[in-house]
Each structure stands twice: as structure tokens, then as C-alpha cells.
């Protein structure tokens, strides 16, 4: 990107700093890739002498670049890798598909394919793609990823199928495909998506030791062709914690965009397939807590190493018992003086919590990743069918209580486990603040966010999850200059007229590097 010449002035009547709960009627100067200056209009006639561009945004939001603390690139990459079936409807189509993209893909490549719908496929003989392709991979997923239509060698080579195609099942497949001659291009497409829903920092999970691809963050960092900040984190997947791996990517990415803070992982999975770990038993199986026990102890051992050598582990809870278990871990880590984590170790999800265990979280300076987006998937009455099956009673008060984290100090941040979802921050107003499904129904307000506070959630706390705060976050003098632009003032419309606005405007490092004024 190419340095900004001249002063930038931005005029709104929605400018949100993200330093309190107030938006004001305000002008942002930027001068280079800093802010110069913030304040009431009133006080912008310097700047606009000064201007060598001015935007009169009218009432559209003005604020901190987003940050999505909770991202995979090798997930997006498989939206569009490979052979497109997504106009495919048998068989014999989709092996003439693949055979197109073999005849341009690397020679030793296996074949890839994205968009397949099983449901609008016709099957004339199961074993075609073994016929074809006796000894290459070959892996075709559905949208969501959930599904794949797959041939015996790559069963074989990558160790899962369709009954297993989650992406911690994939790691032998990402280690291959993250090294296509491709990849460097799909990451500039990943940063313009980005770009385009106004984030400008992201927290970036990627398994083991990245399978090199930490080698092209390096060479996008040095060809000044990074439009996002990237905190990277190792999620041990292949193999256990690597920390001599951490340490060495701790040293080499100190640049202005790419860094390394630590490492990530699962506990627990989902209250509906029962595999969420539950402090009292699950009404649908009495007695139950958890149906897959999770590795504890293999994850305090890791957690504790991690906290030793510096470094923060974020721990993926989405039951109340895998949170309380969590809490109590953390609990046991390095503190500063305040008795606050030194390391700033989180919780990702907390789908299901209690609140004795958030008031806990908070008095350590914990870090919640909150999906605010969530609900976006669901149907009302189907998620509080599922409730009263799983959980009965009135347990459900308790589902995504993002209000009790905020008022027990927790730093609540925003997360998309993209590409689970995309982020919106719109979209996570009208669910994260409206407590509200896919269909307009609601559920459980009482535990939501103001708007305000899903800004800072969005902008000054996913920053702070990224050790950012002296610099990025807020809108203030002498910080780096990013910045998003909604389409209207989300503090004076409804809900309905909020889901709907997009991102017009979207700076990083003082430059402009998506616009659709």
C-alpha cells in the first residue's frame, strides 16, 4: 500500500471513538497513517483548511476498525478451492468438473472441489471416483463444510469422511492445500472480504506450525501488501503444544502487522449433540454431564506450559461445566499485581455459563470471545426446542449471558469462528443486542449488550485480546489511523433498519482500502 499523502478528514454525526458509551456530532483527522486530531465540529475549521480530502459522511457511523478475534483462513480457503460444484448434479458431472481443474491444478496435487449440494446429486455408481482415481485424493465439500463427497485415497491419506469432516479431522488435508501456488492470491481475496465488512484486525487460528504458510505472511509483510493486522495463534491439532515453534514465531513476526501471542484449542463441543460439559446433568440423558469426556488434563499441562513461557492460551468452552473448569485453571496461572491473568488467557463461545463462574472471570481481567452472531443460524423455536430437551427448566436463562460478562468485568470480544459466520457488525447488533434469530424472534434480552457496548466489543476490547491497545481500538490522537464506516447511525435507528447497513468505508493504517460511498 502506498503512504498516504496530505490530511484525510473525516465529518460525521456519528463519530464513536470507542473511549466511553457516547457518540458525538465530530470530525477524525489523519494525517500519514495516525490520527491527528477527534473532536465536535465546532473545532474542525483548521482541518478543513488544512483537508486535502474531506468526506461528508451525514449520519453514517464512524469508528475504530473492527476486529474478529476468532478467525480461519485455511476454513475460508475451502469456500472456493478447487473445482466449483455448485451447478453439479451428478456424478459424471463432477468428475468432468474435477478433471478440468486437474488439468490446471499442480501435477501432484490432490483435487478439491466446494459448493456440493448431496441433496441435488445424482450417485450412479459409488465407486466412480475410486475408478478415476485410484491412488490421488480427492475431496469435494459441501458450503458449511460438514459434508464431503470423498474417494478411498483420500480417506486414506487425510484419516477422515463424511461422517467426520470437522476441521480439526482435516489437518493432513490443510498441510497440503495451504501450499498451493494459490494461496497467496486467496489470502489477498480473504483480506479484501474482510476489508469490505470494515475489519482491520484479526486474531488468527491456524493448526500446529501453520505447514509454512507462516513463510507467506512473511513475504505479504515485506511486499507491504497486508491490509489487515494479523495475530496469529497455534492450535495444536497434528501434534501437541509446540513451544519452541511459538517462541521462534514470537521472534521472527514483530512487524507493524503480523504477530504472534499464543496458542488455542477446544475443550468441549455442543450442548445439542451433548458433548458440552454441564455442571448438573443433562435433562436428555440423566446423569450425563458430557457423553465425550474432555482431555483435561492434557489441556491444564498445556495451558500451564503456555502460561510459563508468555504466552496466552485461548480455550474453546461452550458448556457451563467446561467454563467453570476453565475459570478454575486459569485461575491457577501467572497474575500481575492486581491479581488480574498476566498472560491474557480467554474463553471462546461460552455458549452456556453461570454466572457465579463470569463474576470469577472478571475479577481476573479474563477475555471472553463471544460469537454475537450466533443466532443468525437458528430459528427461535427450534434453539429453545433444543433447550428444554437438553437442559429443562428454567437452565436456559442462562444461554449467551454476554450482560453478566460485562458487568463482572470480563472483557467481552467479538468472534465469528469464520467462516462459521462472517462477520457483520450489524448483523451482531440485531442478534448480540436484540437477542434476536434468524426469523426476528427473541430470546433471553435481558443478557445482551447495549450498542455502544457491541462497538467496544467490536473495536478497544478486540484490540486489547490482541495487546493492541496502545495503539489501535480507540479514535484518538497519535493512534494508527483504522477506521469503519457504517451507512447510517446505529444509535438512532431500529433495529430492523441496522441489520440492513453495510460497510460504505474501511481505512487501514491511514489508507483506504475499501470504499463504497
Same mark, same amino acid.
Given at each position: 500500500?502506498?503512504?498516504?499523502?496530505?490530511?484525510?478528514?473525516?465529518?460525521?454525526?456519528?463519530?464513536?471513538?470507542?473511549?466511553?458509551?457516547?457518540?458525538?456530532?465530530?470530525?477524525?483527522?489523519?494525517?500519514?497513517?495516525?490520527?491527528?486530531?477527534?473532536?465536535p465540529?465546532?473545532?474542525?475549521?483548521?482541518?478543513?483548511?488544512?483537508?486535502?480530502?474531506?468526506?461528508?459522511?451525514?449520519?453514517?457511523?464512524?469508528?475504530?476498525?473492527?476486529?474478529?478475534?476468532?478467525?480461519?483462513?485455511?476454513?475460508?480457503?475451502?469456500?472456493?478451492?478447487?473445482?466449483?460444484?455448485?451447478?453439479?448434479?451428478?456424478?459424471?458431472?463432477?468428475?468432468?468438473?474435477?478433471?478440468?481443474?486437474?488439468?490446471?491444478?499442480?501435477?501432484?496435487?490432490?483435487?478439491?472441489?466446494?459448493?456440493?449440494?448431496?441433496?441435488?446429486?445424482?450417485?450412479?455408481?459409488?465407486?466412480?471416483?475410486?475408478?478415476?482415481?485410484?491412488?490421488?485424493?480427492?475431496?469435494?465439500?459441501?458450503?458449511?463444510?460438514?459434508?464431503?463427497?470423498?474417494?478411498?485415497?483420500?480417506?486414506?491419506?487425510?484419516?477422515?469422511?463424511?461422517?467426520?469432516?470437522?476441521?480439526?479431522?482435516?489437518?493432513?488435508?490443510?498441510?497440503?492445500?495451504?501450499?498451493?501456488?494459490?494461496?497467496?492470491?486467496?489470502?489477498?481475496?480473504?483480506?479484501?472480504?474482510?476489508?469490505?465488512?470494515?475489519?482491520?484486525?484479526i486474531?488468527?487460528?491456524?493448526f500446529?506450525?501453520?505447514?509454512?504458510?507462516?513463510?507467506?505472511?512473511?513475504?505479504?509483510e515485506?511486499?507491504d501488501a497486508?491490509?489487515?493486522?494479523?495475530?496469529?495463534?497455534?492450535?495444536?491439532?497434528?501434534?501437541?503444544?509446540?513451544?519452541?515453534?511459538?517462541?521462534?514465531?514470537?521472534?521472527?513476526?514483530? &512487524?507493524?502487522?503480523v504477530?504472534?501471542?499464543?496458542?488455542?484449542?477446544?475443550?468441549?463441543?455442543?450442548?445439542?449433540?451433548?458433548?458440552?460439559?454441564?455442571?448438573?446433568?443433562?435433562?436428555?440423558?440423566?446423569?450425563?454431564?458430557?457423553?465425550?469426556?474432555?482431555?483435561?488434563?492434557?489441556?491444564?499441562?498445556?495451558?500451564?506450559?503456555?502460561?510459563?513461557?508468555?504466552?496466552?492460551?485461548?480455550?474453546?468452552?461452550? &458448556?457451563?461445566?467446561?467454563?467453570?473448569?476453565?475459570?478454575?485453571?486459569?485461575?491457577?496461572?501467572?497474575?500481575?499485581?492486581?491479581?488480574?491473568?498476566?498472560?491474557?488467557?480467554?474463553?471462546?463461545?461460552?455458549?452456556?455459563?453461570?454466572?457465579?463462574?463470569?463474576?470469577?472471570?472478571?475479577?481476573?481481567?479474563?477475555i471472553?470471545?463471544?460469537?454475537?452472531?450466533?443466532?443468525?443460524?437458528?430459528?427461535?423455536?427450534?434453539?429453545?426446542?433444543?433447550?428444554?430437551?437438553?437442559?429443562?427448566?428454567?437452565?436456559?436463562v442462562?444461554?449467551?449471558?454476554?450482560?453478566?460478562?460485562w458487568?463482572?468485568?470480563?472483557?467481552?470480544?467479538?468472534?465469528?469462528?469464520?467462516?462459521?459466520?462472517?462477520?457483520?457488525?450489524?448483523?451482531?447488533?440485531w442478534?448480540?443486542?436484540?437477542?434476536?434469530?434468524?426469523?426476528?424472534?427473541?430470546?433471553?434480552?435481558?443478557?445482551?449488550?447495549?450498542?455502544?457496548?457491541?462497538?467496544?466489543?467490536?473495536?478497544?476490547?478486540?484490540?486489547?485480546?490482541?495487546?493492541?491497545?496502545?495503539?489501535?481500538?480507540?479514535?484518538?490522537p497519535?493512534?494508527l489511523?483504522?477506521?469503519?464506516?457504517?451507512?447510517?447511525?446505529?444509535?438512532?435507528?431500529?433495529?430492523?433498519?441496522?441489520?440492513?447497513?453495510?460497510?460504505?468505508?474501511?481505512?487501514?493504517?491511514?489508507?483506504?482500502v475499501?470504499?463504497?460511498?
Amino acid at each position: 500500500m502506498k503512504e498516504r499523502q496530505g490530511c484525510l478528514l473525516l465529518l460525521s454525526d456519528c463519530v464513536f471513538p470507542s473511549t466511553n458509551l457516547k457518540p458525538i456530532k465530530g470530525f477524525v483527522a489523519i494525517e500519514g497513517n495516525r490520527i491527528a486530531a477527534v473532536g465536535p465540529k465546532s473545532e474542525c475549521g483548521p482541518w478543513k483548511n488544512k483537508a486535502s480530502q474531506l468526506l461528508d459522511l451525514g449520519d453514517r457511523l464512524v469508528c475504530p476498525g473492527f476486529t474478529d478475534v476468532h478467525t480461519f483462513f485455511s476454513g475460508w480457503a475451502l469456500l472456493s478451492l478447487g473445482a466449483d460444484f455448485s451447478e453439479v448434479y451428478s456424478d459424471a458431472e463432477g468428475v468432468t468438473a474435477l478433471k478440468k481443474f486437474e488439468r490446471e491444478a499442480p501435477k501432484e496435487s490432490a483435487l478439491f472441489g466446494h459448493g456440493w449440494k448431496p441433496d441435488h446429486f445424482k450417485v450412479t455408481d459409488p465407486y466412480l471416483l475410486d475408478r478415476v482415481w485410484p491412488d490421488k485424493p480427492v475431496v469435494v465439500f459441501t458450503s458449511d463444510r460438514g459434508n464431503c463427497w470423498i474417494n478411498a485415497a483420500a480417506r486414506r491419506c487425510y484419516g477422515f469422511g463424511p461422517e467426520k469432516c470437522y476441521a480439526e479431522m482435516t489437518w493432513k488435508m490443510i498441510r497440503e492445500y495451504l501450499q498451493l501456488p494459490c494461496m497467496k492470491d486467496k489470502y489477498k481475496e480473504y483480506m479484501a472480504m474482510l476489508n469490505a465488512r470494515g475489519v482491520t484486525t484479526i486474531k488468527e487460528m491456524s493448526f500446529d506450525n501453520y505447514y509454512g504458510f507462516t513463510n507467506v505472511m512473511d513475504q505479504l509483510e515485506k511486499e507491504d501488501a497486508l491490509t489487515l493486522r494479523v495475530s496469529m495463534m497455534s492450535q495444536p491439532v497434528g501434534e501437541g503444544i509446540n513451544i519452541e515453534y511459538g517462541k521462534t514465531m514470537k521472534k521472527r513476526f514483530q &512487524g507493524p502487522f503480523v504477530s504472534f501471542s499464543g496458542f488455542n484449542r477446544m475443550t468441549d463441543r455442543s450442548v445439542p449433540s451433548s458433548m458440552a460439559e454441564l455442571i448438573e446433568p443433562y435433562k436428555s440423558h440423566p446423569g450425563c454431564i458430557n457423553t465425550v469426556p474432555v482431555e483435561w488434563e492434557l489441556i491444564e499441562q498445556e495451558t500451564h506450559l503456555a502460561d510459563e513461557n508468555g504466552f496466552r492460551y485461548s480455550l474453546h468452552c461452550q &458448556g457451563d461445566g467446561a467454563i467453570r473448569h476453565t475459570v478454575n485453571l486459569f485461575d491457577t496461572c501467572q497474575k500481575d499485581e492486581r491479581g488480574r491473568l498476566k498472560n491474557r488467557h480467554a474463553i471462546t463461545d461460552l455458549e452456556y455459563s453461570n454466572p457465579t463462574d463470569l463474576e470469577k472471570f472478571g475479577r481476573m481481567g479474563g477475555i471472553a470471545e463471544v460469537y454475537a452472531q450466533i443466532q443468525s443460524l437458528d430459528n427461535r423455536n427450534d434453539v429453545l426446542d433444543m433447550i428444554d430437551r437438553q437442559l429443562g427448566g428454567d437452565r436456559g436463562v442462562n444461554y449467551w449471558n454476554r450482560r453478566k460478562m460485562w458487568d463482572s468485568g470480563v472483557v467481552v470480544s467479538c468472534g465469528t469462528d469464520l467462516p462459521l459466520l462472517l462477520p457483520s457488525v450489524p448483523e451482531s447488533i440485531w442478534c448480540g443486542c436484540g437477542g434476536r434469530f434468524a426469523d426476528g424472534g427473541a430470546y433471553n434480552r435481558q443478557n445482551m449488550l447495549s450498542i455502544a457496548e457491541m462497538l467496544i466489543a467490536w473495536t478497544r476490547n478486540g484490540q486489547y485480546n490482541c495487546y493492541n491497545e496502545d495503539r489501535l481500538g480507540t479514535l484518538e490522537p497519535g493512534k494508527l489511523a483504522d477506521i469503519a464506516v457504517l451507512s447510517g447511525n446505529v444509535f438512532r435507528r431500529s433495529e430492523e433498519e441496522i441489520r440492513n447497513f453495510k460497510v460504505d468505508l474501511t481505512i487501514s493504517d491511514g489508507r483506504i482500502v475499501y470504499e463504497a460511498l
